[in-house]
C-alpha cells in the first residue's frame, strides 16, 4: 500500500456537486407569504392613490364587501345556486366521461367510434353551445347544467381512456390467467390502474366546470356567483364585484384541497 | 395432470418464432426451456398457458389436477405483475377470489402460502415497500395459493440481482420438493436451469425447435451439465446474434 505521507504535495482539486435543481418541492409557507405579500402590495398602492378606485379596488375594501355579502342572505343564495349547478353538472360529465373513457379504453368498438368524436368535439368552446342548450333545455336550470356536464365530460374522457392505456398489460394477462371475469378485470385492474388518471381529471374538470358555471350564470341566471359579479358590474361596485372574484377563488381553492385529499386517501399506495 | 403440446407453430406477423415444436410434460416434474434471445420461449409458455393463441399446434391436458386445485395452468411472470393498489396479502387473494372459498378456507390458502414464502410478517406492506425478491416470493405465494396443477414460470428470477437469485433459487428447489407441482421454467441462466430441472429442453434459434432434450439427475455434477447445455446452445446463440448484427 502507498504511503501517502511520503507521497509529494500536488494541489487538490475538490470535485464539486454537479447533481442538483430539478427536484422541485412544495413549500406552503411560500405560498401564502405570497398571497400576503401581493394583497399588501396592492393595498398599498390603492391608498397612496397609485392605483384608483374605479381601476382595482383596495384590498380592505373587497374584504369589507366580501364580509358585508357573508353576513346577508346573499352570499347563502348566490352560492347555494352555483353550488348546486355546479355539483349536479360537473357530477354527470365526470360520472359519464369516466365511464366513456373506460369504454375508448378497453373495447374495440367504443375506440373506434368515440375516439374521432372526443377529438372533433373537444376542441370546441363549451360555452359556445349554451345557447343551442338554452333552446333544448330552456333558460332555467337545465341548459347551464347541460353545459357544465358537456364542459367537464370531455377532459374526463382523454384522460380516464390514456389512464386505462397506461395500465400494464402485463397485469391484465396475470387477471386472465388467474381466470378472472372481464368485469373483475375492469373492477379490479384496470380502474384502480387507471385511477390517478381519472383523479388528475377530476381536477383539470372542475377548473372547467367552475368557468362554465359563471359564463352561463352571466348569460341568464337571478342567482349564481356569476350573476352576481355581473350584478355588481353593471352597478360599477368593483369592490363587490371582487368579492364574488373572491368567493370563486375560494371555490376553486377547496375543490383542489378536496381533490388532494381524496388522492391521498385513494393513492395511499403510492 | 400431464400437459402437451403438439406442433407449435407461431409468426408475429411475417416473423416466424416458433416452428413444430412438441413436448410432453410429465405431473410432477420440472422442465427447463432455455434457448438464444428471440427464439421463443416466452411465447411458448404464453401459449402453453393460453395466453397466446398458435398460428398451429394444440395444447391439452391429460389426468386428474390435484385436490384443491383452482387454476390448473398458473403463470409465474417475470416482471412479478403485482397490482401495486393491493397489499401483499390482497395480492395473494386475488387468484382466490373469483372461485367463491369460503372466509376461512380463503384464509387457510393465504396463510399457508404465506408462511410457505416467509412473507406472513409483510401481509399488510405495498409492493413497493419490498425489494425485488420479496415481490418474486409475492407472485410465487400467489401462484401456489391456487395449488396448480402446472406452474409455468417464465423467468422467474431474471429481474433480480445476483445474490437475491441464488437465495430464491434455494428456495424454490425447496417449495417446488415439497409441494410436488410441475413446473415448466423457462430461463436464460444456464445455471437455473441445471439447478433446479429434471428435464432441459434446448431450443434452436428463431425460429425456435426443439434441438436437444437434456435429462438431469440428482447425481449429476451441476456444473458439467451447466457446461452440457452451454455446448448445446452456443453455437446457436453465436449464430442468433450474427443474424441480429447482419439484420441491421
Redesign the interface.
Known amino acids: 500500500m502507498r504511503d501517502d505521507l511520503t507521497a509529494p504535495v500536488v494541489a487538490a482539486h475538490p470535485v464539486g456537486m454537479r447533481a442538483s435543481g430539478f427536484q422541485p418541492r412544495f413549500i406552503g409557507v411560500l405560498g401564502l407569504v405570497s398571497f400576503v405579500g401581493i394583497i399588501a402590495a396592492i393595498e398599498v398602492l390603492a391608498r397612496s392613490g397609485t392605483i384608483g378606485p374605479l381601476s382595482f379596488p383596495a384590498p380592505s375594501a373587497i374584504g369589507q364587501a366580501l364580509y358585508q355579502l357573508a353576513i346577508s342572505e346573499q352570499l347563502a343564495k348566490h352560492l347555494g345556486a352555483s353550488l348546486s349547478r355546479l355539483a349536479v353538472g360537473w357530477s354527470a360529465g365526470v360520472t359519464a366521461g369516466i365511464i366513456a373513457g373506460i369504454a375508448i379504453g378497453t373495447w374495440t368498438g367504443a375506440r373506434s367510434i368515440g375516439l374521432p368524436w372526443v377529438a372533433a368535439i373537444s376542441s370546441i368552446p363549451k360555452i359556445a353551445l349554451l345557447p343551442m342548450f338554452i333552446i333544448w333545455f330552456g333558460i332555467g336550470e337545465g341548459s347551464k347544467i347541460a353545459t357544465i356536464a358537456f364542459g367537464t365530460f370531455f377532459p374526463t374522457v382523454v384522460n380516464t381512456y390514456g389512464g386505462v392505456d397506461d395500465v400494464s398489460r402485463t397485469l391484465i394477462r396475470m387477471g386472465q390467467s388467474f381466470g378472472l371475469s372481464k368485469w373483475a378485470i375492469l373492477r379490479k385492474i384496470v380502474f384502480p390502474g387507471a385511477l390517478p388518471a381519472i383523479l388528475s381529471a377530476f381536477r383539470i374538470s372542475a377548473t372547467v366546470g367552475i368557468i362554465l358555471l359563471v359564463a352561463a350564470e352571466m348569460v341568464s341566471a337571478e342567482y349564481g356567483i356569476g350573476a352576481y359579479v355581473l350584478q355588481q358590474q353593471s352597478l360599477f361596485q368593483l369592490d363587490r364585484l371582487m368579492a364574488g372574484v373572491v368567493v370563486l377563488m375560494i371555490l376553486g381553492l377547496m375543490i383542489y384541497g378536496l381533490i388532494a385529499l381524496l388522492e391521498r386517501w385513494l393513492l395511499r399506495w403510492r | 395432470m400431464q400437459l402437451q403440446l403438439r406442433d407449435i407453430g407461431h409468426a408475429y406477423g411475417a416473423l416466424p418464432v416458433l416452428d413444430g415444436v412438441s413436448m410432453t410434460v410429465e405431473a410432477g416434474e420440472i422442465l427447463g426451456i432455455i434457448g438464444p434471445s428471440g427464439c421463443g420461449k416466452s411465447t411458448l409458455l404464453a401459449i402453453a ?3 397466446l393463441k398458435p398460428s398451429r399446434g394444440s395444447v391439452s391436458t391429460t389426468g386428474v389436477p390435484p385436490a384443491g386445485c ?2 390448473a ?3 409465474v ?1 417475470q ?1 412479478f ?1 403485482l ?4 397489499t401483499v396479502e390482497g395480492n395473494v387473494r ?2 382466490l ?2 372461485h367463491g372459498l369460503s372466509a376461512a378456507d380463503m384464509r387457510g390458502r393465504v396463510e399457508l402460502v404465506l408462511a410457505q414464502t416467509k412473507l406472513g410478517d409483510f401481509r399488510a406492506a ?1 409492493p ?1 415497500q419490498l425489494s425485488g425478491g420479496m415481490r418474486q416470493r409475492v407472485g410465487i405465494a ?1 401462484a401456489l395459493a ?1 395449488r396448480p396443477a402446472v406452474l409455468l414460470m417464465d423467468e422467474p428470477l431474471s429481474a433480480l440481482d445476483a445474490q437475491t437469485r441464488l437465495l430464491l433459487m434455494d428456495e424454490f428447489a425447496t417449495l417446488f420438493a415439497t409441494s410436488n407441482t410441475t413446473v415448466i421454467y423457462v430461463t436464460h441462466n444456464l445455471s437455473e436451469a441445471a439447478r433446479l430441472c429434471h428435464r432441459v429442453i434446448a431450443l434452436s434459434r428463431r425460429p425456435g425447435r426443439v434441438k436437444e432434450i437434456v435429462g438431469i439427475g440428482e447425481a449429476d455434477d451441476i456444473s458439467l451439465v451447466e457446461a452440457l447445455l452451454w455446448s448445446i446452445i452456443r453455437d446457436e446463440a453465436a449464430a442468433a446474434d450474427r443474424e441480429l448484427i447482419d439484420a441491421r
Not at chain 2, 397490482?83 to 393491493?86: E, M, Q, S
Open positions: 398457458g393460453g395466453l383452482l387454476n395452468l398458473t403463470y411472470f416482471d405483475a397490482l401495486p393498489w393491493r386475488l387468484g377470489e373469483p405495498f413497493r400467489r391456487v
